[in-house]
């Protein structure tokens, strides 16, 4: 079993930053993959970074590449989302996710979730 926890939402004006965390608890061992998603209002949840427990191996969508980035500290069970350049597209609520088995884009492949955090970009 993993607990997932994130923080560091918010409300920011356009073209600023934040960063998000996700604390990783219970038997993070069994983690193959750690992933970012996003949900707005009346849309369907969509990827956003994803990157191995171990290794080196990162995924982004084109929405975010080269503004957003994922990173980890094993040592503290931490998973990061640095954002920015954000933009009011982004606003939506993140979700943090692990991955038992695979590396991937689809929420459908992850197997436990955070309960999210708000993303606020005013224009």
């Known amino acids: 079993q993993v607990q997932l926890r994130e923080s560091g939402g918010g409300l920011v004006q356009a073209g600023g930053s934040l960063r998000l965390s996700c604390a990783a608890s219970?038997?993070?061992?069994?983690?193959?993959?750690m992933g970012w998603f996003r949900q707005a209002p009346g849309k369907e949840r969509e990827f956003v970074a994803a990157?191995?427990?171990?290794?080196?191996?990162?995924y982004y969508a084109d929405s975010v590449k080269g503004r957003f980035t994922i990173s980890r500290d094993n040592t503290k069970n931490m998973v990061y989302l640095q954002m920015n350049s954000l933009k009011p597209e982004d606003t939506a609520v993140y979700y943090c996710?692990?991955?038992?088995?695979?590396?991937?884009?689809?929420?459908?492949?992850?197997?436990?979730w955070g309960q999210g955090t708000q993303v606020t970009v005013s224009s």
């Open positions: 996710a692990a991955s038992l088995r695979i590396l991937s884009t689809r929420s459908s492949e992850y197997d436990y």
């Open positions: 219970g038997r993070t061992f069994s983690v193959y993959a």
């Open positions: 990157m191995r427990w171990t290794g080196v191996s990162t």
